[in-house]
């Protein structure tokens, strides 16, 4: 069985200023890790997948997470963030060779204001 | 290219009716998949179809769901007879990869409302 945990429900931060989202994991097996982003009124859209190999991994609009085997981590994080940044993050695993099935967090809020 | 398409947007319907939620995922995929998020709660997987057959349903609640992807094409999701805690997003999502080693693209979600 296989768990993930967002640890913070929402954040709130200045634009411009840096953000991290945590996302811990429980698995018995090996992971594939996933953060997906819900912009309001829209589906998810996924922003990066570590899989293997480099524990650092970058995705689309400036966000990058590092995943951390020993820690069972892979936080977000991205260093200067802007308003159109507000949005619902999701952490989500699969140990299967399906990546469409997903487990996911509990999401996180971000709220980027002026 | 138009996106996973998921119809309707939002229903509100009275407990003990029946639902309908439709899914269209991207042309040429074979993998499809539904979602629910009930509120306050995490997404959650129902079932995974690869073409028209059924590969995972282990998330399915219980035995007033019935899905369908006849053809292998779109996806029909059915609650019958709905229940108050059957309320939620409903998300779709669609991979391309047979072997299903692929990013799976989401739809907007059906927001189900029962009162």
Sequence with gaps: AQSVTQLDSQVPVFEEAPVELRCNYSSSVSVYLFWYVQYPNQGLQLLLKYLSGSTLVKGINGFEAEFNKSQTSFHLRKP??????????????????SWGKLQFGAGTQVVVTP | E???????????IEKGQTVTLRCDPISGHDNLYWYRRVMGKEIKFLLHFVKESKQDESGMPNNR?????????????????AELEDSGVYFCASSQESRGKDEAFFGQGTRLTVV
Excluded: M, N
């Excluded at chain 1, 802007?82 to 140990?95: G, K, M, P, Q």
């Excluded at chain 2, 769901?65 to 007879?81: H, I, M």
């Design chain 1, 80 to 97: 200067s963030v802007h308003i159109s940044d507000t949005a619902e993050y999701f952490c989500a695993v699969s140990d299967s060779d």
């Design chain 2, 2 to 12: 138009a996106g996973v398409t998921q119809f309707p947007s939002h229903s509100v």
């Design chain 2, 65 to 81: 769901f019935l899905a369908e992807r006849t053809g292998g094409t779109y996806s029909t999701l059915k609650v019958q007879p």
